[in-house]
Nanobody
Framework: QVQLVESGGGLVQAGGSLRLSCAAS????????MGWFRQAPGKEREFVAA????????YYTGSVKGRFTISRDNSKNTVYLQMNSLKAEDTAVYYC??????????????WGRGTQVTVSS
């Protein structure tokens, strides 16, 4: 059974930082592209960042480029999202997701339950 478990969310002031983690189990982790998505209240879920199976390629949505960094540790089956210079508009539930092949923005096969990030202005 595949499980993705996010952690690291919380309440932070604007300009602050948080690091999200997502621990994966039940899959051959090193074969999977890993992604982070977020969903703000009243909005659709949106792509945030993704990283290839090797970690050699990363992708970001425009609004987080230069502020967020995605990374992975295949020895720990964990993907991270370092979030710096946080803004109120980054407030959302953040989800970890996993897939094999295809583009980096959609059709993820497995999802975590999410972790809340709240940025106070």
């Amino acid at each position: 059974q595949v499980q993705l478990v996010e952690s690291g969310g919380g309440l932070v002031q604007a300009g602050g930082s948080l690091r999200l983690s997502c621990a994966a189990s039940g899959l051959t982790y090193s074969s999977y592209t890993m992604g982070w998505f977020r969903q703000a209240p009243g909005k659709e879920r949106e792509f945030v960042a993704a990283i290839s199976w090797s970690g050699g390629s990363t992708y970001y949505t425009g609004s987080v480029k230069g502020r967020f960094t995605i990374s992975r540790d295949n020895s720990k089956n964990t993907v991270y999202l370092q979030m710096n210079s946080l803004k109120a508009e980054d407030t959302a539930v953040y989800y970890c997701a996993a897939k094999i092949g295809g583009d980096y923005y959609s059709n993820y096969a497995y999802w975590g339950r999410g972790t809340q990030v709240t940025v106070s202005s």
